[in-house]
């Protein structure tokens, strides 16, 4: 008997996650990628070069990965959408450009395929060490999103968000996904239709401020006739430098601020597994949270009123989502590939006490481990 | 500046940054007298700059689409920008140490891949914004602020380093020599391909304060002093070749 299939769903494609991203990114209309080899993202540049060739877009390897980013930056005030893919060590390198592209409010995205680090570090293997260089990778205030898939299905689906959450709010985005899930191959289904957002390039007001105190300016692009001035230096909202005016320099850190952190509604995304009436939660992202879920689901077998908030935004951080599990589960579990990153964020808003459970040796956590906590620590 | 290129300024300038009797503003004249020659639209017109004094020839003072980025990644920045939307005439303009030292990498590949982009570089042999250290460009024997007792290093021949890396124009002229600059910027912008303009530009206030030269009178007299033929260079010895400015065009 044949299977069963909905008309209205699409079909199935296997597809590995790297790859997923370089499709996703074509479709929601990525039309230059800079980019540097590096294991374990290289899938993604391989496949995206080929893709560009076939729709009228730009490639380049560029020399390393501070070229890369500063080229994705030019290319997006040149009117494209732009991404890079890297991994730790060119992450590293890319932090200097990131600060730029945040406080020029520059578009674009960037995927991280997460490897365990530091400094080399292993190149072929899973880790999720890079939560705090997502937020706090660049000197200075500094507020940009990132998204955390947890399949290939996402890593199609939060490439095409990342993108509309940097033509949105002019900002670069995230995704921070790692290596178990960028080489992993699984189903996905591939929609017709989705929303595609893109920045406001002409309009009142300067490109560089905005009248609302979280507002995003309007964004010309070069050749526009915007005589634009864009400058990493502190700068007002025409563009002009000002680096010794408190009040500019004020101002504008704290627009940048609240252009994302007044808007976390919209951006950040969680879900919940078996809440209702969890007396203990784990709290997951990515990979970690897929061995959390199938943790909880065995861990009901067995009587025990185990939950699951899981996030696909990392930053800005769910601090709602935080303090309303916390005040509703004896314990909040803490499972992810590093020695506590997340779980030490978490801790500021959670009323219930936070355990953590980490590994680095390289591999993804089994559900088996997180059982067994659970009956150890917690029973 | 005449009022002929006040066309190209910027509106709302507050008035130069640059220090008395400081090389850039020359060659902002040059830059601007040499893109007016050649007739593009100023809305097809791009300069990016790094960090630096030289940096802020065309940020704020040009009044086309300007991009002043991070230091010594003007070049990527510019090929990212000049490869997304091609019709863009893109033009660098940065200082030395930002180009060649932190930046050589970007310089190099640029000149390899021949993008099309013509890059100037406003040479004062000194860092000059963060306090006149050695830079890779500084004479030996030249003091400097981390060189008290002369630097010991050579030089790069820029002109050499760029044509070896694949340029399809590079020349060198002194901002005392503002005719043949201009000359070789317009020539460097009607070229396609990669392209590289060494602009010598004196810097009274870091270098030439600490080497004998605080009279702006002696600092340009020795620029142009020193000033020899590209064969009238390479008779010399090492040594004293890189005491000197081999004028004129190298790759053409």
């Not at chain 1, 960037?110 to 939560?131: I, K, M, Y």
């Not at chain 1, 700068?235 to 004020?250: E, I, L, M």
């Not at chain 1, 067995?302 to 696909?312: D, E, N, Q, S």
């Not at chain 2, 008035?15 to 400081?22: D, E, L, M, Q, R």
């Amino acid at each position: 008997m044949p299977p069963s299939v909905d008309p209205k769903k699409p079909p199935q494609t296997l597809m590995q996650g790297n790859v997923a991203v370089a499709e996703a990114a074509i479709r929601v209309g990525c039309r230059f990628f800079g980019g540097y080899p590096i294991t374990p993202s290289s899938e993604v540049m391989m496949r995206i070069a080929q893709l560009l060739r076939e729709n009228n877009g730009t490639f380049i390897q560029m020399e390393d990965e501070i070229a890369s980013i500063c080229a994705v930056i030019g290319a997006s005030w040149s009117g494209a959408k732009a991404m890079t893919a890297t991994s730790g060590p060119g992450f590293s390198l890319m932090q200097e450009g990131l600060g730029y592209a945040y406080f020029t409010e520059t578009p674009l995205v960037l995927v991280d395929v997460q490897r365990a680090g530091p400094a080399t570090g292993q190149a072929t293997h899973v880790a999720q060490g890079d939560v705090m260089q997502f937020k706090y990778g660049s000197h200075g205030d500094y507020y940009p999103i990132a998204l955390a898939p947890w399949s290939v299905q996402e890593l199609y689906d939060l490439t095409i968000r990342s993108f509309n959450l940097a033509e949105k709010y002019r900002v670069p985005v995230f995704l921070a996904t790692d290596e178990a899930i960028g080489h992993a191959r699984e189903n996905i289904e591939i929609y017709e239709e989705f929303e595609i957002v893109d920045r406001v390039r002409e309009g009142e007001g300067m490109p560089f401020g905005h009248d609302a105190p979280d507002g995003v300016p309007v964004m010309p692009a070069f050749g526009d006739g915007a005589s634009l001035m864009v400058t990493g230096s502190t700068h007002n909202p025409q563009g002009f430098r000002k680096v010794d005016d408190p009040d500019v320099h004020n101002n504008l850190v704290t627009r940048l601020m609240r252009k994302t952190m007044d808007h976390v509604d919209d951006i950040v995304e969680t879900e919940e597994y078996f809440l209702d009436d969890a007396e203990i939660a784990f709290f997951a992202f990515g990979i970690s949270a897929r061995t959390a879920v199938a943790a909880v689901r065995r861990l009901r077998e067995k009587g025990v009123k185990a939950g699951l908030l899981r996030t696909r935004t990392l930053w800005p951080f769910p601090e709602k989502q935080i303090t309303e599990v916390g005040k509703q589960v004896r314990a909040l579990i803490v499972p992810e590939l590093n020695k506590g990153m997340m779980a030490s964020v978490a801790r500021g808003y959670s009323q219930a006490p936070v355990h953590q459970i980490n590994k680095t040796n390289g591999y993804v956590l089994e559900p088996e481990e997180l059982i067994e906590y659970v009956e150890e620590e917690l029973s | 500046m005449s009022r002929a290129m006040e066309k190209y300024l910027r509106e709302g300038l507050a008035g130069t940054a640059f220090c008395p009797g400081c090389g850039h503003g020359i060659l902002l004249g040059a830059v601007l007298r040499a893109v007016d020659r050649i007739g593009v639209k100023k809305e097809d017109l791009l300069f990016v700059s790094g960090i630096g004094c030289a940096a802020w020839i065309p940020s704020p003072n040009i009044g086309t689409d300007t991009l002043h980025t991070l230091h010594g990644r003007a070049v990527a920045f510019a090929t990212g920008a000049k490869l997304a939307n091609p019709k863009l005439k893109t033009i660098v303009v940065s200082g030395d140490g930002d180009l060649t030292s932190i930046g050589g990498n970007h310089l190099i590949h640029a000149a390899r891949r021949n993008v099309d982009l013509t890059v100037i570089c406003a040479d004062n042999q000194i860092y000059g914004m963060t306090g006149g250290q050695t830079a890779s460009t500084t004479p030996v024997g030249a003091k400097s602020s981390t060189d008290p007792g002369g630097n010991i290093y050579r030089p790069f021949d820029l002109c050499k380093l760029v044509s070896a890396a694949g340029a399809r124009y590079t020349a060198r002229y002194p901002v005392t020599q503002p005719r043949k600059l201009i000359d070789a910027i317009e020539k460097a912008l009607r070229q396609d391909g990669f392209t590289f303009v060494d602009a010598v530009s004196p810097c009274p206030t870091q270098f030439g304060r600490r080497n004998q030269m605080a009279n702006l009178k002696k600092l340009y007299s020795t620029v142009e002093s020193l000033c020899v033929t590209p064969a009238e260079a390479e008779a010399m010895d090492e040594e004293t070749r890189l005491h000197h400015f081999a004028i004129g065009e190298f790759v053409a």
